[in-house]
């Protein structure tokens, strides 16, 4: 009885395909493992001035876990821009702010710490979650003054949140900046206003 064999071309590209596919699973694993997600953000009012409110997700990567337990402080900024909708790109924005945050773990008291470095404000936490939930937090930040607002125009605002590599100590920036583990962002979130 004849045995039926498959020709080689066909058995070499097949592990040609697995070995594709097993990458691009590690790939996609290694680039939805870890982010950046916003839970919720709203603009409002309030003693005359647009006051911005943002919930944020953070999931940290694997090697950023593993410097933050070894005491080494993560920084990350969330951009805010607004502008006038149809202005010209060289047009400056209204608004353009900038929002440092910077996560610390101690390991000695073996607490976290959170510091605002735009409000000069910290807070200290007894667990990783508490304090990864407080870094995703904003609230009543003040934008522009309600009056310099133009009634029945619209404004484009975006928020952006990233870590800082450059915050990173020097000797891990040269890794970091290659590393995936390290490149951590969430989407732009961008609405239109109009007062």
């Known amino acids: 009885m004849p045995c039926w064999k498959k ?26 493992a870890s982010g950046i997600t916003f839970k919720a953000v709203s603009l409002g009012v309030g003693e005359g001035m647009v006051l911005l409110d943002i ?17 080494v ?3 990350f900024v969330t951009r805010v821009n607004m502008q006038r909708q149809g202005s010209w790109i060289w047009n400056k ?7 440092q945050k910077v996560l610390r773990y101690h ?13 000069d404000t910290g807070q200290t936490y007894a667990t990783r979650d508490a304090a990864l939930r407080a870094l995703g ?10 009056s310099l607002l133009e009634q029945g125009r619209f404004y484009l605002v975006d928020v952006q949140t990233q870590h800082d590599i450059g915050a990173l100590p020097l000797p891990l920036r040269p890794l970091a900046y290659v590393s995936p583990g390290w490149h951590l ?5 961008e ?4 007062p």
């Not at 020709?7 to 699973?25: A, C, F, N, V, Y």
């Not at 609405?191 to 109009?194: G, I, N, R, S, Y």
């Open 7 to 32: 020709p080689d071309r066909e058995i070499s590209l097949s592990i040609w395909q697995k070995i594709l596919l097993t990458i691009m699973l590690c790939c996609f694993g290694l680039a939805h």
């Open 55 to 71: 919930a944020e997700e953070y999931e940290l990567s694997e090697n950023m876990l593993e410097a933050l337990e070894h005491g």
């Open 73 to 75: 402080p993560l920084t």
């Open 93 to 99: 924005d209204l608004v353009q702010l900038e929002i």
């Open 107 to 119: 390991p000695l008291s073996s607490q976290y710490r959170v510091d605002s470095l735009y409000t």
């Open 137 to 146: 937090e904003i609230r009543d930040l003040p934008l522009i003054e309600e």
């Open 185 to 189: 962002s969430s989407k732009v979130w």
């Open 191 to 194: 609405w239109q206003l109009k």
